[in-house]
């Protein structure tokens, strides 16, 4: 079991066509390992596709698609997990917003649907409704990385503290948070959300993002907050991307800082309530 886990948190300006992405995240994976060598990279929501257009139909990947492929081929190349934050993922012959990981070794994984689906409303704004394409996930997922365990959830998780609950009675080291997080909402809520999922879970929290504005190829425009970030388990933020396109940042995720905050505060002795 590590002491330390090195994480890149990569933040993308995605759009609706897989090959220009997949160049992205290539970039992305070429600026980062000139000068670290991290374990985990982590990619934001709809890394691979997002959709620019609301209403607008959209084709689902199976594990069959050649963009994971290449994906395993980068894995190996780098000896390194990709976590995928999420993509449009038929599972057992339903579409979910699902993260998916690959291993070292290139072997692909679909691990966490997202649960709780953005279905809003915003004041003078289009609505948005992602349960008209997917299904709701039903439970949450764990991964474990040299023995760091960690914990999953997908952007507009970050607002049902019961899911992450959960985690925190499982003593996760990290949580890991990719978003698609619209403006609005970015900027009156994003960090100070994340900030109280790592306080009340005593972990850290991982938050990769998009950012800025997506010219999609089929037409449509979208802008998202970005500011993808890493907070360790007393609330700090120790890593951040503040600018509006991709970029990556890595940072260093230490066991003795989880251990030296629940040792202070041993808030899994003190806990009242059963799980529901």
Known sequence: MGSELVVAVAQMTSIDDVDTNLMQMEALLE??????????????ENCLYLRLIEGQKIEGFTLSHAAFAQLSVWSKKYNTYLHLGSIPLYVDGHLYNSSVLITPEGVVQPTYQKMHLFDIQLEGQAPIRESDVFRHGQKPHLIEIDGWRIGEAICYDVRFAELFSQYARKEVDAILLPAAFLVKTGEAHWEILLRARAIESQSYVIASAQAGTHQGANGGTR?????????????GVVAQLEKSRPGVVVTTLRREQIEKVRKQIPMKFHRRLPVA
């Open 31 to 44: 600026e980062t390992f000139k000068s670290s060598q991290p374990r985990l990279v982590s990619f934001p």
């Open 223 to 235: 802008e998202t907050y970005g500011h993808s970030l890493v907070v360790e388990p007393w609330g």
